[in-house]
């Protein structure tokens, strides 16, 4: 008889039985199974965790299946992973985690839920279609290999007087100093973005905390005394071939389509193959984000894979959630 344990944190025990499922999984699939961002927000208490649904099966001492819970701004998100070696439960053990998790959202007054799928197959759609959940937003993962060729800041920055190559002036990110204009920028150029959008301090500090968090990765350029935009790289050298993502990249509103979108990208590009000796470069980003998809095609990108949300409306008419073992940290 599979038992589902419902917590707000996570215990280190929990932690550490989780974090090898995920590696185990992500050693399967050749890709992570659950969002790193929210991941993250729930190893360390973020704002944004909201519960973490654990499956155990008598006989077994790891986890078969693990459930998040998140909740943006304005829906809720949920990731899933079932261990490798009961995949052939999965479309048992799949829907009674997530009814589970669609129950506690009832419980919190509904709302809008999107499950994100990483390489989304037949069993995801036929477990989403068992908990009335339906194919929705898609998600790119873009790769070219490095180097790449440079881009001309036709910005006018930099000392440039409109038209011919350019130097964009960047710098690394200051912990400590850049946290506030960044967070200003970063919410302005992605407010409509569910994730991306209305980060707060907390937030930002849990991603500099972490081990692969390089300052010097973190490109900012000012012009006219502001944080006009940023890119923001991160490198993954536990991948083979290790990978250079881009991260986070944003100009803000009111430097948009003068050409910095461009020119940043390429510098981070340029900075994961000089600085880290990378040959290949990653990133995500949102189908349906015309301009930012056009901006990475045009600098060579293609598609490696395509990542899926799952979507659907839960009325928050359900019965209150069962008592978790702890009370939320917000
Ligand atoms: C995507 C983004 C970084 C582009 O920055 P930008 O400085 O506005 O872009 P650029 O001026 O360098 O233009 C790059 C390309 O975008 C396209 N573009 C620019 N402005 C556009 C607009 N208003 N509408 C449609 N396409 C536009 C053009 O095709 C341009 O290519 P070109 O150089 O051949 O003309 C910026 O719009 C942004 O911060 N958006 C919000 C955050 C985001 O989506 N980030 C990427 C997520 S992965």
Known sequence: MRTLEVKRQLDAHDLAAVAELLVLAERADGHQAVDDHRWLD????????????????????????????????????????????HRYDALDIGPEMLRAALELIAGEGGGHVHLWVYQPTSAHDEIAARVGLSRGRDLLQMRRPL???????????????????????????????????????????????????????????????????????FLLHERDGRLAGFCWTKVHDDHDPPLGELYVVAVDPDFQGLGLGRALVSAGLDWLHRARGLAMAMLYVDAGDRRAVGLYESLGFVVDHVDRAYVGDVDGTGPPPAPLNRSSPT
């Open 147 to 217: 180097p790449a060729p440079a881009a001309r800041d036709s910005g006018g920055g930099g000392g440039d007087d409109g038209g011919g190559e350019a130097e964009l002036v960047l710098r690394p990110f200051r912990p400590g100093q850049d946290e506030t204009r960044w967070l200003e920028v970063n919410n302005r150029a992605f407010r409509w973005h569910p994730e991306q959008g209305g980060w707060d301090a907390e937030t930002l500090a849990a991603h500099l905390r972490e081990p692969w968090f390089d300052p010097e990765g």
């Open 42 to 85: 729930m190893a360390q208490g973020g704002r944004e965790s909201h519960a973490g649904l654990v499956a155990w099966e008598p006989g077994h001492h790891h986890p078969v299946g693990y459930t998040q819970v998140s909740r943006g701004r304005q829906s809720w998100a949920l990731d899933m992973v079932i261990d490798p070696h």
